[in-house]
């Protein structure tokens, strides 16, 4: 361990007795870093093979994960040790995440802004469309009327659910419940759609298609995610709030709309961005109940609509001759969806943020 | 101010809503313009995905000319748009099988009382077997050594079978990787069909929509088995010959020749084969000749229907689908498809009966 | 429908009794949607166990020999994509909530909150077309290196499009879900449990330890149930991605893997007529029973604990 010759170090100030110096681990990584590049390029010398620099890195790391954490032994005692392995152990699950995270934002972004960008994607349909031009716009139309109508239906069911089990729920209805959820959260989407169309055919006649299906189809599986995280969040207010309340003589549900909900309502407001992001990209059940189209439709409750995640799908599994202008449309369809949902979650940030209570975070 | 602020959010969405709602650019709002057809309202298909380009611009063609018409054509498969259309869900279906006789036995919600439900050919695909092994430009194969690879028999490049099947060609020592769709479709039951039909005594699983043994890679949709091949290394597979793109496609032994397929060649063999026997005249259902050994036939091709009522229900769809199914077999309608989705024409003389079947159409 | 029970008896109140019967009247709403799919899986899924196994994809010997790869591929999917997601995902949580400087914090969760939105068309296009051919060789390596190993048995997938590739896939979709709801669950840690931990001379990690994930716990294992219940519910990434067959292996890097059921029943149901609609819709019930005992184990491990609650 050629590191290991860095670290005594004479005691000059009794505060820092016992304790590495801040610019330790940067200098392990960057020996860690140098003393394994350095062995795997000798190596690729020595057998002609080729530098495989996406391995060293990652020996690279897990010796200066070794070195940090040895050599935090030696100087600082065991519980330190052990403290610097977790904080370079979760550094590095956040590095090592960011690779495909970040490939695959990448990989979007690249293929898809130059059709974003072209001018008829945001303006156009696909109708009278053959070969390369045409949009999305019946498509992005189409996703925000599904999709908020799926959210008006899914939101206020779900909050007061959780309402419900977290606040006045006790006894067997609430088990019941808490119980429904967790088989919902096991729906398949597919699932989900076959069922709405089963639903809807019922009283519309087969081979119904309309947008409002679609949304039907997304709520069965928006409500148990709206539900379980918000649920969760509420019962994390303590309950010295909910007591200081009542002891003031408000209402319970007074209580819970000035008090449990205000102060939950950043991690509601995830939990429902979560599950709009969750039902935002389906496309089987909307593939069923919602059906497919070039033209633009702006009545949900009639007819064939579009949605981006269809979109997208059809765009990539039956292209024409010209294949590369209908992948082109795909990747700009999933980039706007992407998006759209940025511009909603900044919206529901922004509004949470005005409503929640000013904490000391 | 918190006021304010809301309202701002609130414009803002206002705003938005407003920008999405005005109308697409290439949409003219009906009823400006000259309009010279009386056809009016919007009409449903559903069913094969392998029509699905081909649609799109027939749709596209036919709107153009009848503004007031908004057609939609749903690619969800032969077996759902069967399903559908039996069922009275649209107006007509696309399918990569004719109806069977147990289909045919049943009733059709779409159409009129006691009346059945016809299989009009509109779209002829050769099918590519496409491969990506390096350094090789040019695959000749026959049915047994074809099927043999598919069934995971032949699992190497450098095999004698298929040397000799390539002389001059230097072949790799290199795993072969066989792709095949793992969604069903009809162009497996296609291939499988022509495996069956040529090499019997390798190939002995009956022809399906599911790929039937237990070997190679499963990859979805035309798409994934394209990308599959492209992006492997040592790979085959089928796939609709439009979408073959710049890989490799092997010649297949017909007769004595290899043949590589042409849309003309395509064309040739469904001419040539015999209509299924015992249905309605206009019932131009075929019993695919894949047995053909005369080498201007590429029996490898796949044949899509438009699945529609002898006699309808409601007169404005039977006007709309005799208008619709006329224009996509027209030679007009046929060449869009070449052009568009790299389907073979119909025949002159397959487009003659065509045309007799569909003004039969009531 | 009345109020529940207060501890201690109050003044009735419109409001409450109005809210309470709200809260309620969506919790029954729920029952009646689940009920009506419910009726809908059990009454389409009847057929399937009466009809000839022959009419099944494959001629399998009985309607349950059809089920088990398909049952063993979703649950081996999905436990691979847990195992890689939830350390990673933990981690980040941790990194957002009490190691990343709080400006870089709010940037990154929001970055992660927005990749839970990328759907999973494109997971699928990225798995099948960006994923799988650069992992390919990574596989050769493993089978040649370490074939002895059962997981990583030859043959080699010629494509990439293996059962851990969709593994990782899953993962990579999941990682956001379970990212964001941990985070918001370690970010309510009460303040006066972290201080007290670090003033009785804590480390970092022992005062995450102590407070903040014991506090989490149930949360955690919220957000770990969400992400199962997409990962075993995921249909069009796996579809696309997966090179599938109906056997029952380990191997992680060969060309014959187990499916999931909604992987199967997206790849088949365009096709199907017939009572094989009736066995698609049969292997979506098997899917629900499985989902639903995971659920309840996840209930039951979060009731133990459920001490740590701030309400009753």
């Not at chain 1, 899914?154 to 067997?172: D, F, H, R």
């Not at chain 2, 503004?67 to 869900?89: C, K, L, M, Q, W």
């Not at chain 2, 095999?159 to 990787?177: K, S, V, Y």
């Not at chain 3, 199962?228 to 599938?244: D, H, I, N, W, Y």
Request: proline content about 5%; hydrophobic content about 50%; aromatic content about 8%.
């Amino acid at each position: 361990m050629t590191a290991v010759d860095n670290s005594p170090r004479t005691v000059v100030n009794s505060y820092t007795a016992g304790k590495l110096p801040r610019w330790m681990p940067g200098v392990t990584l960057a020996i860690a870093l140098l003393v394994s590049l350095g062995a795997f390029w000798l190596m690729s010398m020595a057998d002609g093979g080729e530098f495989n620099w996406i391995l060293a890195t990652i020996v690279g790391a897990v010796l200066f994960v070794a070195a940090n954490w040895f050599i935090a032994r030696l100087v600082e005692g065991g519980r330190q040790a052990v403290n610097r392995l977790v904080t370079s152990l979760v550094i590095a699950a956040f590095v090592l995440a960011l690779i495909p995270l970040v490939w695959l934002t990448l990989t979007v972004v690249v293929n898809g802004t130059p059709t974003l960008m072209n001018g008829t994607f945001l303006t156009s349909s696909m109708r009278n469309v053959v070969g390369a031009g045409g949009g999305a716009l019946h498509a992005i139309v189409g996703t925000l009327l599904i999709t908020g109508l799926a959210a008006v239906i899914s939101i206020p069911v779900g909050l007061m659910t959780a309402v419900y089990l977290v606040e006045y729920g006790t006894g067997k209805m609430a088990r019941a419940i808490t119980f429904l959820v967790d088989v919902m959260t096991g729906i398949p989407s597919i699932v989900a759609g076959l069922a709405t169309y089963a639903l809807f055919a019922l009283f519309f006649g087969e081979g119904v298609r309309m947008g409002f299906a679609g949304s039907v189809a997304l709520s069965i599986l928006m409500i148990p995610v709206v539900v379980r995280s918000s649920e969760e969040i509420m019962r994390l207010v303590p309950n010295e709030l909910r007591e200081a309340s009542y002891a003031l003589g408000v209402p319970k549900w007074r209580t819970i709309t000035k008090v449990v909900l205000p102060t939950s309502v950043a991690g509601i407001t995830t939990g429902v961005m979560l599950s709009i992001a969750r039902v935002i990209g389906e496309t089987a059940p909307l593939l069923i109940v919602a059906g497919f189209t070039a033209s633009m439709n702006y009545n949900p409750f009639s007819e064939r609509m579009m949605s981006l995640p269809v979109f997208v799908y059809t765009q990539y599994v039956s292209p024409g001759t010209d294949a590369q202008a209908y992948f082109d449309r795909a990747w700009a369809g999933a980039l706007t969806l992407i998006l759209i949902v940025a511009l909603l979650n900044a919206i529901a940030r922004i509004v949470s943020h005005y409503f929640s209570p000013k904490l000391g975070r | 101010m918190k006021i304010t602020r809301i309202g701002g959010i609130a414009a803002l969405a206002l705003a938005g809503a407003l920008a999405l709602s005005s109308c697409a650019a290439n949409e003219t709002p009906s009823g400006d313009g000259e309009t010279t057809s009386d056809l009016s309202g919007t009409f449903n298909g559903a069913g094969a995905s392998s029509q699905g380009s081909a649609q799109e611009a027939w749709i596209a063609a036919f709107q153009t000319a009848n503004p007031d018409v908004t057609i939609n054509y749903e690619p969800s498969g032969s077996g759902a748009g069967r399903d559908t259309f039996i069922a009275g869900g649209s107006d007509w279906a696309g399918s990569d099988s004719a109806l069977s006789d147990d289909e045919l036995a049943g009733d059709f919600a779409t159409c009129a009382a006691d009346t059945k439900a016809l299989d009009i050919p509109t779209y002829i695909s050769p099918i590519a077997v496409i491969f990506n092994i390096e350094g090789v430009d040019e695959l000749n194969l026959d049915a047994a050594t074809l099927a043999k690879i598919f069934k995971g028999d032949i699992t190497n490049w450098n095999d004698p079978a298929i040397a000799a099947l390539n002389e001059g060609t230097t072949f790799p020592d290199l795993a072969i990787t066989a792709v095949h769709r793992s969604d069903d479709s009809g162009t497996t039951k296609n291939f499988a069909d022509y495996l069956n039909k040529v090499a019997p005594e390798v190939w002995d699983a009956d022809p399906a929509d599911t790929f039937p043994y237990q070997s190679g890679e499963g990859a979805q949709s035309t798409s994934g088995v394209v990308d599959a091949v492209t992006n492997g290394t040592g790979t085959i597979g089928y796939a609709d010959a439009s979408k073959a793109g710049s890989l490799g496609t092997a010649a297949i032994k017909v007769g004595d020749e290899f043949v590589n397929y042409t849309p003309e060649a395509a064309a040739a063999v469904v001419a040539d084969s015999p209509l299924i026997e015992g249905r309605d005249a206009n019932d131009l259902a075929f019993q695919l000749n894949r047995t053909t050994t005369d080498p201007s036939h590429y029996p490898l091709v796949l044949v899509s229907y438009s699945i529609v009522c002898q006699e309808y229900a409601d007169a404005a769809k039977a006007e709309f689908v005799k208008a619709y199914i006329g224009y996509i077999t027209s030679a007009e309608g046929q060449q869009v498809a070449a052009e568009s989705a790299g389907a073979a024409p119909l025949s002159d003389d397959l487009s003659a009966k065509v045309a007799d079947a569909i003004a039969s159409i009531k | 429908m009345t109020a529940a029970p207060a501890r201690i008896t109050a003044k009735r109140r419109l409001g409450d009794t109005l809210f309470s019967g709200a809260a309620l009247a969506a919790g029954g709403f729920i029952l009646l949607v689940l009920a009506g799919v419910a009726i809908f899986l059990i009454a389409q899924s009847i057929p399937a166990f009466l009809i000839d196994p022959a009419e099944i994809k494959g001629q399998p010997d009985s309607f349950w020999q059809y089920v088990g790869p398909l049952v063993f591929g979703t649950v081996w999917a999905a436990a691979l994509a847990l195992l890689i997601a939830v350390p990673i995902a933990l981690g980040i949580a941790l990194f957002i909530s009490h190691y990343a400087p709080r400006r870089l914090a709010q940037g990154l969760g929001y970055t992660i909150d927005l990749l839970a939105a990328v759907p999973s068309v494109v997971y699928g296009l990225w798995g099948a077309g960006v994923l799988a051919p650069s992992i390919q060789p990574a596989y050769v390596w493993l089978v040649d290196n370490l074939g002895w190993i059962p997981l990583f048995a030859p043959p080699v997938s010629g494509t990439g499009r293996t059962i851990l590739t969709v593994a990782i896939v899953l993962a990579v979709m999941i990682l956001p879900i379970i990212t964001a709801l941990s985070r918001e669950v370690f970010l309510q840690t009460p303040k006066l449990h972290e201080e007290a931990a670090l003033a009785l001379g804590a480390t970092r990690w022992e005062m995450i330890r102590m407070a903040v994930l014991p506090f989490g716990r149930p949360g955690v294992i919220s957000a770990i149930m969400l992400g199962l219940g997409r990962a075993l519910g995921e249909t069009m990434a796996v579809a696309m991605v997966l090179s599938p067959a109906a056997v029952i292996s380990i191997v992680l890097t060969g060309p014959q893997n187990p499916t999931t059921i909604p992987a199967n029943i997206a790849l088949n149901y365009p096709e199907a007529h017939g009572s094989y609609v009736n066995v698609l819709i049969a292997t979506g019930l098997i899917l629900f029973v499985i989902t639903f005992a995971v659920n309840s184990a996840a209930r039951w491990a979060i009731a133990r604990r459920k001490d740590f609650s701030g309400a009753n």
